[in-house]
């Protein structure tokens, strides 16, 4: 399906959600928000498994939030922005599948924080990440003070944030901020055989898995556990527990639904 500023290709349960404005480096206006929520609510729809976030073109993810757009708000305005991009990150923190950034350009300001939002981060060599509202005089609005913080240490959040550092694949790579960095050419076949893996596993543990990981941030260690037993326990009795369990004993391999 196609937006003005937003695309999304569905296939074999790998939904590809690229925003689409590359003449401004795929930052991101209200159309473009408005867009990647009627998105993301179409690939839960379609029950998408695994989905997978890009910008399209080859310089940029996403270069942020739409400057030129913002510079006149007021705070109530930029207070209803704020909820806006922060919306998307729960959308995409409780998308039932796996959520992957591929990140293959520039990712600043809301477009880093679109990709911490999401489950995994593999990046192109050429990708270019930071948090870099603060020269703008502004600070991360959208969930990255919050999300940086599960993926870094404090001093690096601080720095990232104060400093408004701007960080090459190899060093954001260094300090956790993405998973794994490939070549630039080989980053969207990375990602189709992650995703494809994926989307092969059975589909209520993966997303048990994702809540219980989640709620560890959410609600601190104890909470977290309590929500880990729950899920766990809730996954006994599915028809893809029976099979994984059976085929593990029967010793072959499993067919899940
Ligand atoms: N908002 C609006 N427009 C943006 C943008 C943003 N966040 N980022 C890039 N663009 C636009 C530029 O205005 C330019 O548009 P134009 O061709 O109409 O002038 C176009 O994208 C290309 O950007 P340009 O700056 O000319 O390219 P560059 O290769 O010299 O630099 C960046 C690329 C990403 C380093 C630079 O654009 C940049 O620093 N962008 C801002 C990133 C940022 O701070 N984001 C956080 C926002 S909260």
Not at 1 to 23: E, F, K
Not at 70 to 89: D, H, K, W
Not at 109 to 138: H, K, M, N, P
Not at 230 to 251: C, H, I, N, Y
Request: aromatic share 8%; with cysteine.
């Amino acid at each position: 399906m196609s937006w003005n500023t937003v695309t999304l290709d569905i296939s074999d349960g790998v939904a590809r959600l690229t925003v689409d404005r590359p003449d401004a480096l795929n930052a991101m206006n209200p159309e473009t928000l408005e867009e990647l929520e009627a998105a993301i609510r179409e690939a839960e729809r379609e029950s998408a498994r695994v989905l997978v976030l890009t910008g399209a073109g080859d310089d940029a993810f996403i270069a942020g939030a739409d400057i030129d757009y913002m510079r006149e708000f007021s705070t109530p305005e930029a207070l209803a922005y704020a909820e806006r991009g922060q919306n998307i990150v729960r959308n995409l923190q409780e998308f039932p599948g796996v959520t992957i950034a591929a990140i293959n350009g520039y990712a600043f300001g809301g477009g880093c924080e679109f990709s911490l939002a999401c489950d995994l981060r593999v990046a192109s060599e050429r990708a270019i990440i930071g948090q870099t509202e603060i020269d703008l005089g502004i600070i991360p609005g959208w969930g990255g003070t919050q999300l940086l913080q599960r993926l870094v240490s404090d001093e690096v959040a601080r720095r990232l944030v104060f400093f408004g550092e701007r960080l090459d694949a190899t060093d954001a790579h260094e300090h956790g901020l993405v998973g794994e960095v490939v070549a630039h050419d080989e980053l969207y076949d990375h990602v189709d055989e992650m995703a494809a893996e994926l989307a092969s596993k059975p589909r209520h543990a993966l997303y048990a898995a994702k809540e219980a990981l989640n709620a560890f941030h959410e609600t601190g260690g104890e909470g977290g556990l309590t929500v880990e037993r729950r899920a766990w326990s809730g996954l006994f009795g599915t028809p893809d527990q029976r099979e994984g369990m059976a085929a593990f004993v029967e010793k072959r391999e499993p067919d899940f639904e």
